[in-house]
């Protein structure tokens, strides 16, 4: 099949192709799971972060 003799050679590019397609899918599943919330100690950080920036 596909020029390949060895069965365990075909079945680890299959595996590869395989992995990347689930991989894939799931990235496309699960691109807007996370939640997208700003915390109140979020918005301290960056301020101090801000400040900090603007100092040097």
Known sequence: MLGID???VLMAYLGAISMAV???????VRRNAARDE???E???WALDEKKV????
Not at 22 to 28: C, D, E, H, K, P
Not at 53 to 56: A, I
């Open 53 to 56: 920036d603007d100092d040097v």
């Open 38 to 40: 700003v915390t109140p």
């Open 6 to 8: 060895d069965p365990y």
């Open 22 to 28: 689930i991989g894939i899918i799931y990235g496309l």
């Open 42 to 44: 979020d918005r301290l």
